[in-house]
């Protein structure tokens, strides 16, 4: 069982940055690909970006394309999305999700493990 507990969201105005932590309890984290998802109010739960396990392949969604940055340490069990940039539509809560595969991909149906979320909101 991968337990995941992310951190780091609050308010922040457009144009500014936050960064999100993901810290998972098992040590197998290294094992796993891991990606962020984020929901909005009243609007269905959305890819965001991914990693594989080894942090050699990373996807992101169209729309945080140059502003969003994954990362990892495995040593750290931790997964990280740096966020620049940020615009008043990047608000909703956002959520770790790990997958039983080093892979990463962008469809929510194949992660086995999901955060609790953290509310990231963005002022105009």
């Known amino acids: 069982q991968v337990q995941l507990v992310e951190s780091g969201g609050g308010l922040v105005q457009a144009g500014g940055s936050l960064r999100l932590s993901c810290a998972a309890s098992?040590?197998?984290?290294?094992?796993?690909?891991m990606g962020w998802f984020r929901q909005a109010p009243g609007k269905e739960r959305e890819f965001v970006s991914a990693?594989?396990?080894?942090?050699?392949?990373?996807l992101y969604a169209d729309s945080v394309k140059g502003r969003f940055t994954i990362s990892r340490d495995n040593a750290k069990n931790t997964v990280y999305l740096q966020m620049n940039s940020l615009r008043p539509a990047d608000t909703a809560v956002y959520y770790c999700?790990?997958?039983?595969?080093?892979?990463?991909?962008?469809?929510?149906?194949?992660?086995?493990?999901w955060g609790q979320g953290t509310q990231v909101t963005v002022s105009s």
């Open positions: 098992e040590r197998t984290f290294s094992r796993n690909a």
């Open positions: 999700a790990a997958r039983s595969s080093v892979i990463a991909t962008t469809s929510s149906s194949s992660y086995d493990y």
């Open positions: 990693i594989s396990r080894s942090g050699s392949s990373v």
